[in-house]
């Protein structure tokens, strides 16, 4: 019996036992592993090892987790064909079935799903993209503290593992805990310096340290390694390069490059994820359009703006939701802004009332971004309230970075609606925070010249040392 059995398993990468007979269906399996790690285009081969082996329940439930966005009805099949072979699966195939049930389908709950993979990573530490997937989730419900808890967990089974810095750094630089951050990060750089996910924490500490010409430097000379990577990951990590080269003040004309042949051009690829463009793009252009420099981007605006009329699009992300808005109601696509906003309305009130608690402000947000679109500056002071930080919305599924958009947004109404005092005092304390930031000083010292205060001069010669310093 135990020959058998032996005859009909096989182990996975990290050494676990899979129930399979064949050899090509492991393969594709770890095949998928890499991919998913490595931010890759080639992730539907997880499809192969199905095709390969269709009793297999480690193959179903990945490729049903893999295909659950786009397919969910396919997602059901597969998963469906996973727990059917569940009695006759491996200890670690039942526990990561058990795991990816979870997150799926009319049974998603993620409460469950992150306890099921604590569980499972106590038991199979190894798996890293099964810390991978949580780590997803644990960004997704806003708990970078226990992102970093099950990764601490694991890492003593992983020391010299590609991928494991990388997912200790990101967690530590959502809590603000840069230096280590980035000492992660350039572990795992020197482990593979293909890293793309260690690549982009590090841009994150460069770019949270106003370090802009470290980044940009860094970025460029990593961007060769990007081709294969997912649309997210390649329009993401020119967001960061393009943000850091509009934060150091560069040419306009260079963002705008980033964005035409780096973000933008991205979606004639055929395997194009358009949603993940289209959060790069968007997030680029608000910042641009906060600058002033409405003229230079209007075109591209609306060519955005007639993208996410695309219904099919909406709810997949809510901070694409959220920038959609602001691109609909800046564009006067009036009624399909508002139809956009009553529809994210209605989804949130099929939320469980525990998830309706924590998503609360993220339609406030909306509701305000809308507005602001709009024109309408006293209803977002209305909506945001005195004490709005951006920092407290990770519920919308973003990064300090992405969410420090809104922030601007907020300083700069505060401003048009003549609530100057208030301005100064949140920028003012934002620019200890990120005393390199050339905008903030050019914020505050417009604030201080409204204000017929002295201290615009300072600022205004702040500012002028630091664009100086990094790219002119």
């Known amino acids: 019996m135990g020959g058998s059995e032996e005859a009909t398993t096989r182990r996975d990468r990290w050494g676990y036992s899979v129930r399979t007979d064949s050899g090509d269906c492991i393969d594709a399996i770890n095949a998928y592993y890499e991919q998913v790690l490595a931010y890759g285009r080639g992730r539907a081969v997880i499809l192969r090892a199905v095709n390969y082996d269709s009793s297999c329940a480690l193959a179903n439930a990945l490729a049903a987790h893999f295909v659950a966005t786009k ?39 993620e409460e469950m799903a992150l306890g099921r993979h604590v569980g499972l990573l106590k038991e199979f530490p190894k798996d890293l993209l099964s810390l991978k997937r949580v780590q997803i989730l644990c960004f997704y419900l806003g708990r970078p503290a226990v992102s970093l808890s099950i990764v601490q967990q694991v890492l003593v089974h992983n020391e010299d593992r590609s991928y494991i810095y990388g997912m200790l750094s990101f967690p530590l630089l959502e809590l603000g805990r840069m230096t280590e951050a980035e000492g992660a990060a350039r572990k795992g750089l020197s482990i593979n310096s293909c890293d793309i996910w260690s690549q982009h924490n590090l841009c994150h ?15 460029d000379a990593c961007a060769s390694s990007w081709n294969s990577c997912s649309s997210f990951m390649y329009t993401h990590n020119w967001w960061h390069a393009a943000v850091c080269y509009l934060e150091g003040d560069s040419p306009l004309n260079k963002v705008l490059e980033i964005y035409d042949e780096n973000i933008w051009k991205e979606l004639q690829r055929s395997d194009a994820e358009p949603v993940e463009v289209y959060i790069n793009a968007l997030g680029l252009l608000l910042r641009i359009h906060l600058r002033g420099h409405t003229h230079d981007i209007a075109e591209r605006l609306k060519f955005q703006a007639t993208a996410v009329k695309e219904k099919s699009i909406w709810h997949v992300e809510w901070l694409l939701d959220i920038l959609a808005l602001w691109a609909l109601a800046c564009t006067n696509e009036r009624n399909e802004a508002e139809e956009l906003l009553d529809s994210i309305k209605s989804r949130f009130s099929t939320l469980s009332s525990q998830k309706q608690q924590s998503m609360r402000a993220a339609i406030q947000l909306a509701q305000a971004i809308y507005e602001y679109g709009r024109g309408n500056l006293v209803k977002v002071f209305d909506l945001l309230g005195p004490d709005f930080d951006a920092a407290n919305f990770k519920m919308i599924g973003a990064s300090d970075e992405q969410l420090d958009v809104f922030n601007e947004v907020w300083y700069i109404n505060l401003l048009n609606i003549g609530q100057v ?49 990094y790219f002119r």
């Not at 009695?87 to 795991?99: G, H, I, L, Q």
């Not at 925070?433 to 000083?441: I, M, S, Y």
């Open 71 to 109: 397919n969910p009805e396919e997602a059901s099949r597969l998963l469906h064909a996973a727990n059917a072979s569940f009695d006759n699966a491996t200890p670690y195939e039942r526990a990561v079935v058990a795991a990816i049930s979870c997150l799926l389908g009319d049974n998603k709950d």
């Open 205 to 219: 500490v460069l770019q949270n340290e106003c370090r802009f010409r470290e980044a940009t430097s860094f970025m």
């Open 421 to 469: 005092p208030k301005a100064i005092e949140v920028m003012k304390k934002q620019v200890c925070k990120r005393q390199g930031a050339p905008f903030l000083w050019r914020m505050l010292e417009k604030a201080y010249s409204i204000e017929g205060m002295p201290d615009a001069l300072l600022a205004g010669e702040k500012a002028k040392t630091l664009e100086a310093a």
